[in-house]
């Protein structure tokens, strides 16, 4: 499976040029992309390439490989996104932020030229909800309250505790996760929309009609798939 998330991560390195401004994603194989891009800048294969993070981790990650860092605050434009994601259904909607940085990767790459998503074969779907939760960034003193209206949809929420500190895992945004699983999502986007209608919810994970790319890695190479 490793194999797999490097081989999309070298791939997506194809799409990057000089002078351009790139949005950098949570998670483990964005992490290889990371690596990979910071190689070719140390090389100088690539020139006046910035990038954007998306979280601490993806910021820590690219000032340790050798990529320029610049806040989102600081440039005009996102020339391309790269990113993971844990679900991925036949019209590229995802559901993303397993690693609880969904806020700020939704901000970064709804703004981005191009978004780029890489996953294996494994995070493929036939829809939305089937193997993963939907994370729901929320405010700290709200989070009971809102996982009491989400049962409105006929779905049952839970509050992320953290692995390696005792109580909730809080975001970078200083907020809490509730992961809900849903019966059935027929409508990504209109759930999407609904979720976060809801007062004290920040932002969810359901990526609907924003990526443009997805690059997955199989046993038999990479495929693509465009929307």
């Known amino acids: 499976m490793e194999e797999l998330k490097r081989s999309v991560a070298r791939e997506a390195l194809k799409f990057i040029e ?62 391309i996104a790269v990113d993971g994601a844990d679900e991925v259904d036949p019209y590229l909607n995802l559901i993303k932020g397993r690693g609880a940085a969904l806020t700020m990767e939704k901000i970064i790459e709804y703004r981005a030229g191009t978004f780029l998503v890489l996953v294996d074969e494994s995070k493929l ?23 009491e209206e989400i049962e409105v949809f006929n779905a049952t929420a839970e509050l992320r505790m953290a692995s390696k500190k005792d109580g909730p895992v809080v975001t970078d945004n200083g907020n809490f996760i509730l992961d809900a699983r849903f019966h059935r999502i027929d409508d990504p986007l209109d759930l999407e929309i609904e979720l976060n209608n ?6 969810n994970g359901i990526f609907a009609d924003i990526a443009d790319i997805v690059l997955v890695g199989t046993r038999e190479g990479v495929k693509r798939l465009e929307r």
């Open 18 to 79: 000089d002078d351009m401004i790139v949005g950098l994603g949570t998670g483990s194989t964005t992490a290889y992309f990371i690596e990979y891009l910071g190689k070719l800048i140390m090389e100088e294969e690539l020139e006046d390439v910035y990038g954007v993070p998306t979280s601490y981790q993806a910021r820590l990650l690219a000032l340790e490989n050798g990529v320029p860092v610049v806040g989102l605050d600081e440039v005009d434009a996102i020339d």
């Open 125 to 147: 779907v036939e829809r939305l909800g089937q193997k993963v939760p939907v994370p729901i960034e929320v405010i700290p003193a709200a989070w009971r309250a809102i996982a």
């Open 198 to 203: 809801i007062p004290g919810v920040v932002e």
